[in-house]
């Protein structure tokens, strides 16, 4: 299934989540209206995904990666070729 990233202030009715302009190589992501991503566990964990985008293209997976402390979209082919894919750990605040 899809799922949305959201961020809300505690003090705020204002809510933002992961966003994009454009699902290009090395594109920003954006804080904005949130959209659908596709969320991929990792096997063997239980709370580490792999990111992906809501649209994919044919023989390549589009990814939410890093570049240069810039949250980007990564382009990688399906074969699982093409560098380190970003894996994201989400844990709960008061589990910490």
Not at 15 to 33: H, K, M, Q, R, T
Not at 53 to 66: K, L, N, S, T, Y
């Amino acid at each position: 299934g899809q799922s949305t990233i959201k961020y809300q202030g505690l003090n705020t009715p204002f809510e933002y989540g992961f966003s994009y302009d454009e699902l290009e190589p090395n594109a920003p992501v954006i804080a904005g209206d949130p959209k659908e991503y596709i969320l991929q566990l990792v096997p063997s964990t239980t709370d580490v995904y792999i990111i992906r985008a809501p649209i994919q293209r044919v023989g390549v997976d589009v990814e939410v990666g890093v570049q240069e402390n810039t949250l980007v979209y990564k382009i990688f082919p399906v074969d699982g070729s093409g560098g380190d894919k970003a894996a994201w750990r989400f844990t709960r605040i008061d589990r910490e």
